[in-house]
């Protein structure tokens, strides 16, 4: 099977722009989840789609959205962009019956200039 | 609310044992996760607990007691491959929603 990927791999964006990452799950996996990781900080979590709704949100500003598409992909998207969503965002897609276990891909390294 | 704390950095010789703590605190728990980071790489799952005990797989076993809100992640035989961050992540359910929440890290430094 085919791993989680994510689009695109990097990404330089300046303040008050937007952007959209995406995240292909592996085949089967209808939990997708996202995260903010920086120096220090650890993985933040974002949001958390299951079956194209949103189950769960992290405590990050509204600027930060994302959706699920019927095919479990999904994207997130930041908008009015700051220098501090620099980071390195990464998604995870996991099985209903074992949400324990969660597959991550390569991420998705952004800088804001 | 929820909290995890695991130690920033550990460091130890190649051969060696290694032991990385995690205690928690949170409502509604399910279990305990590890997982493992290399320097650019994304984080791969190690092992998971839901109760108490050791679970072994390899080189690495990891440990939960329930009562004690503590885990740990031990790591024998230390190999040079293995110098990387560990994850200790919380799963849990919060109004019947299930969540999972990471700590900040052990960056492991293995020594030749």
């Known amino acids: 099977k085919a791993g989680v990927t994510q689009t695109p791999r990097y990404l330089i964006k300046t303040r008050g722009q937007q952007v959209t990452l995406s995240c292909s799950p592996i085949?089967?996996?209808?939990?997708v989840s996202w995260y903010q990781q920086t120096p220090g900080q650890g993985l933040q979590f974002l949001f958390e789609?299951?079956?194209?709704?949103?189950?769960n949100k992290g405590n990050f500003p509204g600027r930060f959205s994302g959706r699920q598409f019927s095919n479990s992909r999904s994207e997130m998207n930041v908008s009015t962009l700051e220098l501090g969503d620099s980071a390195l965002y990464l998604c995870?897609?996991?099985?209903?019956?074992?949400?324990?276990?969660?597959?991550f891909g390569p991420g998705t390294r952004l800088l804001v200039l | 609310g929820q909290s995890l704390e695991q130690p920033s950095e550990v460091t130890a010789v190649e051969g060696a044992i290694v032991q990385i703590n995690c205690t928690y605190q949170?409502?509604?728990?399910?279990?305990l996760s590890w997982y493992q980071q290399h320097d650019g790489g994304a984080p791969t799952f190690l092992s998971y607990?839901?109760?108490?005990g050791l679970e072994e797989t390899g080189r690495f076993s990891s440990f939960l007691s329930r009562s004690d809100s503590y885990g740990y992640l031990l790591l024998q035989e230390l190999q040079m491959k293995d110098s990387a961050s560990y994850f200790c992540a919380v799963s849990h359910s919060t109004s019947g929603t299930y969540k999972y929440i990471f700590g900040t890290g052990t960056r492991l430094k293995v020594l030749a």
């Open positions: 607990n839901a109760l108490d």
């Open positions: 949170t409502s509604g728990f399910y279990g």
């Open positions: 789609y299951f079956s194209e709704t949103q189950r």
């Open positions: 085949s089967g996996h209808r939990s």
């Open positions: 995870a897609s996991s099985l209903e019956s074992a949400e324990e276990t969660q597959y």
